[in-house]
C-alpha cells in the first residue's frame, strides 16, 4: 500500500543530488547525501517488508545521545530496524536534531504528542483549549473514535489534525511551533492504546500501520490470600502478574472477581455484589519506582451486606491475537465481613448523602436503618436528623437529633419518634452518660434508656454513639398529661399541667418561651426554660399557661427567699415540690460529681397535671464527672438546695432516703464492669477515629481499662464520702 509513493521520494532525492552536483561548494556533501537516500530507500524497504511480513511491533524507541534523531524500531520476533533523521537547519548543518512528532493516549485517555523522543508528553489541545479525547462521540474508541496525524502545511511546519477514525473526516487541526525538515526520515508516530496499534508516517508520505504486540499473562502469584471488609471501607492485595512485562493495566484488558458458591458438592461461580474492585495500579518502592510485575489491588466493600465469609479469584480477562477470549485465574482468597464491634448498628442515608450541618434545620426524608447486635433488622424507615447540642456540637465528633416519620420501638426501647445519638467525645470511657442515666434509672420516676451502637453516616462508619431516649411527654417518657391545642388554659385544672422545665445558662438562646428565676443569680441571672410544651402551643409571655408555669415557680421561690432565715414554712414547700425526687436527683449528680448545676446547665424539672413539681430527668454527664478529686459534697449550694438544706426537714428525708438507696447505688460498679466489658471493643476503635483533645475529664490520655479502674475508683470514693457526709448532716 506504500509503494506508490516510493517513486516519488527517490526523485526528489536524486533532484537533489544533480543540483547539488552543479554547485562546487556542495562536492563535500556527496557522500553524505547518497547516504542519506540509501538510508531511506533501506527504511522505507525494510519497513514494507515487515508489514508484509504482518509483523507486530514490540516497541519504537528514541535512539542515544549517540545516534541524536532517530529511532529504534523492536518488533515481536526481536527484529529491529534502526531510522536515523537528517539535520533540521540551514543546508541541514546547523540545525537541531529531526525532530519526530511521537502521539500516544494517556490514562485519561487524551491524546498526548511529545517532542522529545518520548521523554516528556504534552496533552494536545484542540483549538477551543480543550483535552482531545481518544473517545468518539458515540463514548466508544478504537475504530469509533478519534485519531490524530501528521500533514505539513505551507509554511513547512507541523500541523496536527484530529480525525474521525471510521469517516476519516477532520473534526480540528492545531499548528505547531515545529518546522518539517525534508531529511527527517519519519514525519509521525502515533501509538494508540485503544486500538493496539503503532502508526509510523514516513516523511516522503508512506504510512505503515503495525499491531502492537502484546504480552499475554501467563500466571497470577497471589502475596495476600485473605482479607476482611468492613462497611463500607477498603482492603488492599498484592499479587505478581507473569510475565512481568505482561500488560494488566491496559484498556483491553479486564480484572474481575469471581466468587465460588458451593452447593450439594458443587461449585459454580458468580460475580460479588458485596465488594468490588476499587482500583489497580503498580506497586511502587520506597523511593516510588514502578515495581514491575507487581500490583496492588482496592477492594471496596459494597454496603449491601452486614455479614459475609466468602472465597473468590483475580481473574484477568483479554481476547488473544486471533480474537478468541481467554482468562487467568489466580488462587482462592477467602475475604470476610469484620463488624467493628459487637454493638448494634445504626444506618442513616440522607438524601443525596448530604452533610448534617445545621442542628436546627432538619434534614427530612432520610433513612434509618438498625441492625441489632445478632444481626437481625431492628428498624428500616425515613425519618428527619439534625445536629443538637451547645457546647457539644462545637467538638469534632458531633451529636445528631433523630425524628422519626412515625413512632417505633428501637433496639427494645418504647415506641416514640424522637431519639437522640450522643457523640460523647471528650469522654474517655464513653460511659459517663450511661452510667449517671443507668443510676437515675434505678432510683428515679424515669430516665432515658439508651443503648451503644456503631453509627454510620452516608456509609461512613462514625464510630461508637449512644442512641438514648430524648426527654419528652409520653407515658413511657416524662408520664404527664401533655398540653397542646386542643388543651382549655382557662380550666385551672387542665392549665395545671404538664410542664418540662430547663433550668440552663444558655436556655434563653434556645427557646423562645422563658424566664428568669428570681433566686438563682449565677452569672447576671438564671434563664428558666419552658421545653413542653412548646412554642407552637405556648405562642407568647402572656400565654394562660406561660404565665401559669412561672407565677408557680415564682411562688416556690417567694417563699425560699422569705423564709431563708427562719425555715418556718417546709409544710408550704413540701406542698408545692416532690422532696423525694430532688434527694434523689441530687444524689445522682453528688456520687457522679457532676457539677454542671453549678453553671447551671442541663437541669430539668416537670409538673404533673393537679400536682407537684419534681425534679429531673437528669442529662448531660461527660464534662467532669467521676473524678476522684474532692471530698465535699458539690451542688449542694447551687439552684434551690442552697435554701432546701438549711430546713431540718429536708436533711431528715435526706437521711432517710440515702438509707434507702444506698446499697442501689453501691451495685452501680458492677453495671461499670459489664458495660465497660461490652464496649471496649468499640471504645478502642472509636478514640482511633476521634482522638480527644480535651482535658476537662483527666483520663483522655489513658488506656481504656486503667480509665475504667480511674472511673471506679472515682465512684467508690464518692460513694464512702457522700455516705459519711449524710451522716454527719
Not at 512485562?245 to 484488558?253: R, T
Not at 434534614?363 to 424507615?381: A, F, H, T
Not at 456540637?393 to 450522643?422: C, F, N, Q
Request: glycine fraction near 6%.
Amino acid at each position: 500500500m506504500c509503494k506508490k509513493l516510493l517513486a516519488r521520494t527517490i526523485k526528489y532525492f536524486v533532484f537533489a543530488v544533480l543540483v547539488l552536483s552543479a554547485c562546487d561548494r556542495y562536492e563535500d556533501d556527496f557522500t553524505e547525501i547518497r547516504a542519506e537516500i540509501a538510508q531511506i530507500k533501506e527504511a522505507i524497504s525494510a519497513l514494507q517488508q515487515a508489514y508484509d511480513n504482518a509483523k507486530t511491533i514490540s516497541s519504537v524507541t528514541a535512539l542515544s545521545d549517540e545516534t541524536p534523531g532517530g529511532w529504534l524500531i523492536t518488533f515481536s520476533d526481536n527484529t529491529t530496524i534502526k531510522v536515523v533523521n537528517g539535520k533540521d537547519g540551514e543546508n541541514g548543518a546547523n540545525g537541531k536534531d529531526g525532530i519526530t512528532p511521537y502521539f500516544k493516549i494517556n490514562e485519561d485517555n487524551h491524546w498526548c504528542v511529545s517532542y522529545d523522543g518520548g521523554v516528556t508528553y504534552d496533552i494536545i489541545l484542540d483549538s477551543e483549549g480543550n483535552p482531545v479525547s481518544a473517545t468518539g462521540a458515540d463514548g466508544e474508541n478504537g475504530k469509533n473514535g478519534n485519531s490524530v496525524r501528521v500533514v505539513i502545511n505551507a509554511e513547512g511546519y507541523y500541523v496536527i489534525e484530529i480525525y474521525e477514525t471510521a469517516t476519516n473526516t477532520v473534526i480540528d487541526s492545531i499548528t505547531t511551533p515545529y518546522s518539517s525538515n525534508p531529511q527527517n526520515t519519519i514525519q509521525s508516530i502515533v501509538e494508540n492504546t485503544s486500538s493496539n496499534t503503532i502508526t509510523i508516517t514516513m516523511e516522503s508520505g508512506e504510512v505503515f500501520t503495525f499491531d502492537k504486540m502484546v504480552i499475554y499473562p501467563s500466571s497470577i502469584v497471589l502475596l495476600d490470600d485473605e482479607i476482611s471488609l468492613a462497611h463500607c471501607e477498603e482492603a488492599t492485595i498484592e499479587f505478581i502478574v507473569n510475565p512481568s512485562n505482561a500488560a494488566v493495566l491496559a484498556k483491553d484488558f479486564q480484572l474481575n472477581l469471581v466468587k465460588e458458591i458451593t452447593k450439594a458438592e458443587v461449585s459454580y461461580i458468580t460475580t460479588p455484589d458485596a465488594y468490588s474492585i476499587k482500583s489497580v495500579a503498580n506497586a511502587t518502592d520506597k523511593e516510588g519506582n514502578t515495581i514491575r510485575g507487581k500490583y496492588i489491588m482496592t477492594i471496596k466493600d459494597n454496603g449491601t451486606k452486614l455479614d459475609y465469609n466468602e472465597r473468590f479469584t483475580i481473574v484477568i480477562a483479554i481476547k488473544d491475537s486471533k480474537g478468541n477470549p481467554m482468562e487467568i485465574t489466580s488462587e482462592i482468597i477467602s475475604v470476610s465481613y469484620t463488624r467493628p464491634s459487637s454493638l448494634a448498628r445504626v444506618f442513616i442515608t440522607t438524601p443525596d448523602g448530604v452533610g448534617i450541618t445545621s442542628k436546627t434545620d432538619w434534614l427530612k426524608n432520610s433513612n434509618i436503618r438498625i441492625v441489632d447486635e445478632d444481626g437481625n433488622e431492628d428498624l428500616n424507615v425515613t425519618t428527619s436528623v439534625r445536629g443538637r447540642g451547645n457546647t457539644t456540637w462545637t467538638y469534632p465528633k458531633k451529636p445528631y437529633a433523630i425524628k422519626l416519620d412515625s413512632k417505633a420501638e428501637v433496639l427494645g426501647m418504647p415506641k416514640h419518634k424522637r431519639w437522640v445519638l450522643l457523640a460523647n467525645w471528650m469522654d474517655r470511657t464513653l460511659l459517663r452518660n450511661d452510667v449517671a442515666f443507668e443510676m437515675a434509672r434505678r432510683v428515679m420516676a424515669w430516665a432515658p434508656r439508651g443503648q451503644f451502637v456503631e453509627l454510620y453516616l452516608n456509609g461512613v462508619h462514625q464510630g461508637n454513639y449512644y442512641l438514648c431516649e430524648q426527654i419528652k411527654v409520653d407515658k413511657n417518657r416524662v408520664n404527664i398529661d401533655e398540653l397542646d391545642e386542643d388543651t382549655d388554659f382557662s380550666d385551672p385544672s387542665q392549665v395545671s399541667g404538664g410542664y418540662i422545665l430547663e433550668f440552663d445558662e444558655y436556655g434563653q438562646f434556645d427557646e423562645p418561651n422563658f424566664f428568669w428565676s428570681k433566686i438563682i443569680d449565677i452569672d447576671d441571672g438564671t434563664p428558666v426554660t419552658i421545653k413542653e410544651p412548646d412554642e407552637e402551643v405556648i405562642t407568647s409571655h402572656t400565654h394562660p399557661g406561660f404565665l401559669y408555669i412561672q407565677n408557680y415557680v415564682y411562688n416556690i421561690e417567694d417563699i425560699l427567699e422569705a423564709d431563708k432565715e427562719a425555715h418556718a414554712r417546709w409544710n408550704e414547700i413540701e406542698q408545692l415540690i416532690d422532696v423525694t425526687s430532688y434527694i434523689d436527683w441530687w444524689l445522682v449528680h453528688e456520687l457522679s460529681g457532676n457539677l454542671e448545676p453549678n453553671q447551671p446547665r442541663s437541669c430539668y424539672m416537670y409538673k404533673k397535671r393537679d400536682g407537684k413539681l419534681y425534679a429531673g430527668p437528669v442529662w448531660d454527664f461527660d464534662w467532669g464527672s467521676f473524678k476522684p478529686t474532692y471530698n465535699h459534697f458539690g451542688i449542694k449550694g447551687t439552684l434551690w438546695y442552697i435554701y432546701l438544706f438549711k430546713y431540718p426537714e429536708f436533711k431528715s428525708a435526706v437521711k432517710a432516703r440515702w438509707a434507702e438507696v444506698e446499697d442501689t447505688f453501691r451495685g452501680i460498679d458492677q453495671y461499670i464492669v459489664e458495660i465497660a466489658d461490652k464496649t471496649r471493643e468499640s471504645n478502642e476503635l472509636n478514640l482511633s477515629k476521634w482522638p480527644i483533645s480535651s482535658t476537662v475529664n483527666g483520663d483522655e490520655s489513658m488506656p481504656y481499662d486503667e480509665a475504667i479502674a480511674r472511673m471506679r475508683e472515682a465512684y467508690q470514693h464518692r460513694l464512702d464520702r457522700i455516705d459519711g457526709n449524710v451522716s454527719a448532716m
